[in-house]
């Protein structure tokens, strides 16, 4: 069974850094594209970030380049999303997404909380 | 990076059919045939209806249904059913590495 699972989310202060981890399971994490996707209370789904399946290209929204990165380890079934100087607006809850041919995401982790508040 | 542009709500009654509409630009929707849907209940995690502008994974009721015409994407719902009523986003790949969602619509059933 395909499973991810998010985890590193919680309270941080403006400027402050959280990484956040999705673990793979049930599927060959190395031939699939994966992505970032968050959503903010009461408000729609932002795509945030991709990576494709090796890590050598990644693509990111206007509103986290220069301050998120997204990489993955194939060997430990693991993509991340590393964020630096968060901002309140930041405060979604942040799903990690297979891709399972070219932005067909077809199965999502629960979600992980991020809160940005001083 | 603009969102696509979605309706905010539509409303049907349980068995009729209801089409959602999903607008974007030359540079995203109407240059590839990657528009997917998704639907989203509260404190779920959404799942894929439709991709490829019109394919349906398997195990997805064949009362979805996708469609496109230049920058506008479509998903209707036919036959109405209780637990259809969520929020529905469309995703459009947009080019240079990027994706795009939609403001998303909630559909309410009557």
């Known amino acids: 069974e395909v499973q991810l699972v998010e985890s590193g989310g919680g309270l941080v202060k403006p400027g402050g850094s959280l990484r956040l981890s999705c673990a793979a399971s049930g599927f060959t994490l190395s031939t699939y594209w994966m992505h970032w996707v968050r959503q903010a209370p009461g408000k729609g789904l932002v795509w945030v970030s991709h990576i494709n399946s090796d890590g050598s290209r990644t693509g990111s929204a206007d509103s986290v380049k220069g301050r998120f990165t997204i990489s993955r380890d194939n060997a430990k079934n693991t993509m991340y999303l590393q964020m630096n100087s968060l901002r309140a607006e930041d405060t979604a809850v942040y799903y990690c997404?297979?891709?399972?041919?070219?932005?067909?995401?077809?199965?999502w982790g629960p979600g992980t909380l991020v809160t940005v508040s001083s | 990076q603009s969102a696509l542009t979605q309706p905010a709500s539509v409303s049907g009654s349980p068995g009729q059919s209801i089409t959602i509409s999903c607008t974007g630009t030359s540079t995203d929707i109407g240059s590839y045939n990657l528009v997917s849907w998704y639907q989203k209940h509260p404190g779920k995690a959404p799942k894929l209806l439709i991709y490829e502008d019109i394919k349906r994974p398997s195990g997805v009721s064949n009362r979805f249904s996708g469609s496109k015409s230049g920058n506008t994407a479509s998903l209707t719902i036919s036959g109405l059913q209780a637990e259809d009523e969520a929020d529905y986003f469309c995703s459009s790949y947009g080019g240079r590495t990027t994706s795009v969602f939609g403001g998303g619509t909630k559909l309410t059933v009557l």
């Open positions: 997404a297979r891709d399972y041919n070219w932005n067909a995401l077809d199965h």
